[in-house]
């Protein structure tokens, strides 16, 4: 199976029209708003057989008159129900890096996945990522990077909600989005009705520029998946 997604984005500046150097500048003496970028990018991924795929991506860009291209390549396997196993490598000019990836399922709302990134020199940078699905429009990560002599790393803690407007006939509009209750007997919800939007409405990131102590990952891993089991506790009072 081929598969194929294309994406073009084109970014442009107003602010020599929104705030020009005069103010009293009528507006159609001020400036045009003007495309000051361009990105084009290609992806192709080809289903070998039903555990091993690979990956092939072209992006185009230019920036002010200057132009650069990427060609990625990839290729994935399936280990088992639970993990995989994916290396990609970006060819651009710089110092070739290859990039292994292995992700596992922890639990129905768990993913784990070891990331490394390998140069000719030797290991550039190792990253821990874990997400959590908190709610189900609450999504948790937290991602430990450590460089190539593990004397510098960040801890990244990404907190994002997305938005889902309720039908006004489903039983969900008259309860509370972030319980992850099962719908109660008798309810009836239809199936193909239901619909969710993937838009982000809240994203909180926090970054440390230095080495994490093992406290501070400790203290992180029990706000991030400690913030689950309060939700799928039972709400005293709730009938």
């Known amino acids: 199976r081929l598969r194929m997604s294309s994406s073009l984005i084109l970014s442009s500046s107003a602010s020599d029209f929104l705030e020009p150097a005069d103010p009293d500048t009528p507006l159609l003496e001020r400036a045009r708003p003007s495309i000051t970028s361009t990105a084009i990018s290609e992806d192709i991924s080809l289903e070998l057989s039903a555990r091993n795929s690979v990956d092939l991506g072209a992006q185009i860009l230019t920036k002010s008159g200057l132009g650069g291209s990427t060609l990625r390549l990839g290729f994935k396997r399936v280990l088992s129900h639970h993990a995989s196993l994916q290396l990609s490598s970006s060819f651009n000019g710089s110092p070739l890096l290859l990039v292994a990836t292995l992700t596992r399922r922890l639990s129905r ?116 998946f400690g913030a689950a089991r309060a939700r799928a506790a039972p709400r005293a009072g709730r009938p």
């Open 109 to 224: 709302h768990s993913t784990a996945s070891l990331s490394t990134n390998l140069s000719a020199s030797g290991i550039a940078s190792v990253s821990l990522r874990a997400s959590r699905q908190l709610t189900r429009r609450t999504l948790g990560e937290m991602t430990w990077t450590l460089g190539g002599f593990a004397d510098e790393g960040a801890l990244t803690l990404n907190l994002q909600r997305t938005a889902r407007k309720p039908l006004a006939n489903s039983p969900e509009a008259e309860q509370d989005d972030d319980d992850e209750a099962r719908p109660r007997q008798g309810d009836e919800v239809p199936r193909r009705r239901r619909s969710r939007s993937t838009r982000p409405a809240l994203i909180l990131l926090y970054s440390t520029p230095r080495l994490p102590r093992l406290s501070e990952i400790i203290a992180a891993v029990r706000v991030l």
